[in-house]
T-cell receptor, first 115, second 112 residues
Framework: GAVVSQHPSWVICKSGTSVKIECRSL??????MFWYRQFPKQSLMLMAT?????????EQGVEKDKFLINHASLTLSTLTVTSAHPEDSSFYIC???????????FGPGTRLTVT | QQQVKQSPQSLIVQKGGISIINCAYE??????FPWYQQFPGKGPALLIA?????SEKKEGRFTISFNKSAKQFSLHIMDSQPGDSATYFC???????????FGTGTSLTVIP
């Protein structure tokens, strides 16, 4: 149980375009979802936390107008990278948590490459 | 400020040996300590987790040792196998909070 999926698993886009990444909790209702960014050989960096039906809370230094997060339902959150630039190239990972759990369940990640 | 400090950064162990990774924290409000295993190009997967009411938890070849007074916890991998070669992250959180604070990761290589 507690499976989280992400789509796509990898995406290549041109500089200036926008790309949307989906995160789904497949077998539970996720009251909270998290988006992380990970650079090669580095730890996970929390970008934002979102609760279903509420606006996301962004970490300091994360541009909310550039990284749009929508938590439209208890099983779906999306991250849209707007006007992507090569420096946005990274591994983006989502996680989800249900109300009575301490644990965060991670998705498989999305590799974004901006050319 | 790094909330959770992890060491070593990298570790090489022979097959059959014991791998030990250490983490330390400062915030005494932390009450949940998970360990994650991450393979290249994949998301982290929960290995084992502990609450501070116990000093040790064992699941198969994986054991967490927890020292509340020292504010330290460690992961022990017994009988290490080449398939255990991955990056391991410790983390800490509070039961009332959402955020996980991750360590910097340990790259484990188990050589045959």
């Amino acid at each position: 149980g507690a499976v989280v999926s992400q789509h796509p698993s990898w995406v290549i886009c041109k500089s200036g375009t926008s790309v949307k990444i989906e995160c789904r909790s497949l077998d539970f209702q996720a009251t909270t979802m998290f988006w992380y960014r990970q650079f090669p050989k580095q730890s996970l960096m929390l970008m934002a936390t979102s609760n279903e039906g509420s606006k996301a809370t962004y970490e300091q230094g994360v541009e909310k107008d550039k990284f749009l997060i929508n938590h439209a339902s208890l099983t779906l959150s999306t991250l849209t990278v707007t006007s992507a630039h090569p420096e946005d190239s990274s591994f983006y990972i989502c996680s989800a948590r249900y109300k009575s759990s301490y644990e965060q369940y991670f998705g498989p990640g999305t590799r974004l490459t901006v050319t | 400020q790094q909330q959770v400090k992890q060491s070593p950064q990298s570790l090489i162990v022979q097959k059959g040996g014991i791998s030990i990774i250490n983490c330390a924290y400062e915030n005494t409000a932390f009450d949940y300590f998970p360990w994650y295993q991450q393979f290249p190009g994949k998301g982290p997967a929960l290995l084992i987790a502990i609450r501070p009411d116990v000093s040790e938890k064992k699941e198969g070849r994986f054991t967490i040792s927890f020292n509340k007074s020292a504010k330290q916890f460690s992961l022990h991998i017994m009988d290490s196998q080449p398939g255990d070669s991955a990056t391991y992250f410790c983390a800490a959180s509070t039961s009332t909070g959402n955020q996980f604070y991750f360590g910097t990761g340990t790259s484990l290589t188990v050589i045959p």
